[in-house]
């Protein structure tokens, strides 16, 4: 006879108020969303009411089949006639028995769900106290079979592994301590029962695989297991003893036993070298493959290295060099622009693009013509438009001459521009934008694409080489498939900028780009306050040009221009002004019986004397006056001549004798 009892054994819960509260369909143990009451006049001699709102019909359905009955089938079959009292006590009695027999001996303690790359679950490997585990699969009703059967084997927390296909994969020898190393953002999986079946090995298929063994036999033996059955199809295999592991520890007791482990597993793991299957002989249940066991992979024959191909290199004239700016940025190269914050680099870097895209000059140079990108992060959409119109008017262009030109502009404020990113592996590797950006440039070929900036780019370590260098390989892909230049601007540590180097965290920022720029302000002649409108930028860095060079800029009309232009004559013209006015200067002090010194340290040095005269109140005078004394010295114009008692020598500068005055 149906009773409340029988049906709690089967559905769980509790019994109160006349009606059972128990878990619904497809909900937690914990829940009690369904209410089953016992009516001599329904159909199943029972009603249900989901407090969750779910279908009724599935609910009776449910609990149908969790009780043992029947399937309802209408119009037919069964009908809708009742089952008899002692057809339900004896479904009821079924199963309950059927579960309990099956129920495994002990506490549950933990459960792991093993799921298809969809997330649907498959199977169950449960941990028990005392210490054991049992395995279990979805029975279609609700409930658990206690055996694997035919279901598909997979890898433990496969949608993640799947998630991350080219993550670096720890294998661990449980559940526990696959959770534990994935919680440190690792990549973490293990096999139920150590059975590596064709699916669960095929999955690393050309994956960096670590191992972790625990510190006992069999920990070791499972190990081993593991790296002969992934041997051939994981790219790389390397077993780990964790140092001062406890006997019979794993890595959870490791990890446990200093924080710090934490951060040192990626480095102690890649500091073991990769496993050799020819030193250590498979186990013996492998040496003859079984059928649920992976055949070894033939050998794979690597490609031939292609050599280049210098045979007709003798008579064939030498290739021009092809530059994005002429002896400034090469082409299919990347680059680093440096300045500090608010010094005027995203402008400089704004108008060298519009020059590319109408043809007009940058800086005294004239960059090849072209189209450009500009990704900006810094600065919102009103403030490009600020930007780029200063910059139109200052070339004399319209923005559709920019549109026709093929002026690129993405405004990335207060989203995510990350391009490369430091994934749970430990590599650099692309991001969609990147990829985007990438397909983008290998249609339109732009002439240079100007990443804006460094930080907002790169989500990585700046101050670790590797990823340094992994972040300008990437940044090379994208100069080579636009067949341009890439410029990434940064902003410079204060180490940097004490310096004078304008890099930021490793050294490798300077080695790892072909040209690199740095803009700072311009340093005050001495004696002379800092002019706030003037900056300087230094080309550091020409790997197939000229370097060192030096342009002084100065801030109008919203841009920086070179002060003076760059041209030879008018550098010319202005150091022979300032070398004539020296002459004259050193003739007047003379007359006057004021003698001045060569030497810069001295309180008459020529320089600093002369600056002080009315005639030489330019700006920049000091420095003018500075260069004019080497270059009159060089010229033998002037000398140095003592004078004096002497016992009691002094030195001046003096006309040299051939020298008109």
């Not at 658990?144 to 080219?166: A, M, Q």
């Not at 093929?406 to 991001?431: F, W």
């Not at 007359?591 to 060569?598: E, P």
Request: charged share 25%; proline share 6%.
């Amino acid at each position: 006879m149906l009773d409340l009892r029988a049906l709690q054994r089967t559905l769980g819960g509790e019994i109160s108020g006349g009606q059972l509260r128990c878990p619904g369909p497809d909900h937690s143990a914990a829940d009690r969303s369904l209410s089953v009451k016992l009516d001599g006049s329904a159909p199943d001699g029972f009603v249900v009411h989901s407090f969750a709102d779910d279908d009724p019909i599935a609910c009776r359905d449910y609990v149908r089949a969790r009780a043992g009955l029947p399937a309802f089938k209408p119009n037919g079959g069964n009908g809708r006639h009742r089952a008899s009292d002692d057809a339900i006590e004896r479904a009821l009695m079924a199963a309950a028995q059927g579960r309990a027999d099956d129920q495994p001996k002990g506490r549950i303690v933990a459960s792991y769900d093993y799921s298809d790359s969809d997330g649907t679950l498959l199977y169950q490997v449960i941990r028990l106290e005392p210490k054991g585990f049992r395995q279990r699969r979805p029975d279609g009703n609700y409930g658990w079979t206690w055996s694997l059967g035919d279901v598909r084997r997979v890898l433990y927390r496969l949608p993640e592994l799947l998630k991350f296909p080219d993550a670096t994969v720890f294998v661990c020898e449980g559940e526990k301590d696959a959770d534990r190393v994935a919680s440190l953002g690792h990549c973490a999986t293990t096999v139920a029962a150590s059975k590596w079946t064709p699916d669960c090995v095929q999955t690393l298929a050309g994956r960096d695989v670590i191992i972790l063994e625990d510190n006992d036999d069999a920990g070791r033996a499972k190990a081993l297991a593991a790296a002969h059955a992934l041997h051939g199809t994981a790219k790389t295999i390397r077993i780990v003893a964790l140092p001062d592991l406890p006997n019979k520890g794993d890595v959870s007791d490791w990890l446990d036993a200093d924080p710090r482990c934490a951060e040192k597993l990626v480095d102690v793991c890649f500091d073991v070298a990769e496993w050799d299957s020819a030193s250590s002989p498979p186990p013996p249940e492998q040496q003859k493959p079984a059928a649920d066991t992976v055949p070894p992979a033939p050998i794979k024959k690597l490609p031939l290295i292609q050599w280049l191909d210098m045979s007709t290199w003798d008579y064939e004239p030498r290739p021009e060099r092809e530059w994005a700016i002429p002896d400034r940025v090469p082409l299919n190269q990347t680059g680093l622009f440096s300045g500090e914050g608010g010094a005027g680099k995203s402008i400089i870097e704004m108008m060298k693009d519009v020059a590319h895209v109408t043809g007009k000059d940058w800086l005294g140079s004239l960059p090849a013509l072209g189209s450009a990108i500009y990704l900006g992060a810094e600065d919102d959409e009103k403030e490009i438009h600020i930007r780029f119109y200063d910059i139109a008017s200052h070339y004399g262009v319209t923005f559709k001459d920019l549109i026709d030109g093929g002026l690129h502009v993405l405004c990335k404020l207060g989203q995510d521009a990350t391009l490369c990113a430091l994934t749970r592996s430990g590599r650099v590797e692309t991001t969609d934008l990147y990829r985007q950006i990438y397909e983008v440039a290998g249609d339109i070929k732009p002439k240079n694409i100007s990443i804006d900036t460094l930080s907002r780019a790169f989500a990585g370590n700046e101050i670790d080489r590797v990823q340094v260098y992994a972040f300008a390989m990437h940044m090379q892909a994208l100069a080579m498939v636009a067949r341009g230049s890439v410029t990434v601007l940064s902003h410079p540590s204060l180490q940097g900028i004490a310096s004078g180097s304008g890099i930021s965290g490793s050294t490798a920022w300077h080695g790892a780009f072909r040209f690199r720029q740095y803009l700072k302000n311009a340093a005050a002649d001495d004696g002379e306050p800092p002019d706030s409108d003037l900056r300087q930028i230094e080309f550091k860095k020409n790997q197939y040009g000229p370097s060192g060079d030096v342009i002084v800029l100065r801030y109008q009309c919203g841009l920086f221009l070179p002060v003076g232009g760059v041209s030879t004559l008018e550098k010319l013209a202005a150091e022979q002004a300032a070398d004539h006015l020296f002459l004259e200067l050193l003739d007047k002090f003379q007359s006057q019986g004021r003698n001045v010194s060569h030497l810069k340290n001295a309180n008459a040095y020529a320089p600093s004397m002369f600056a002080k005269d009315p005639k030489a109140k330019a700006p920049g005078i000091h420095k003018a006056l500075a260069d004019a004394t080497e270059r009159l010295f060089a010229a033998k114009k002037i000398k140095v001549e003592n004078y004096g008692r002497p016992s009691h020598p002094h030195t001046r500068i003096t006309r040299c004798h051939d020298e008109p005055t």
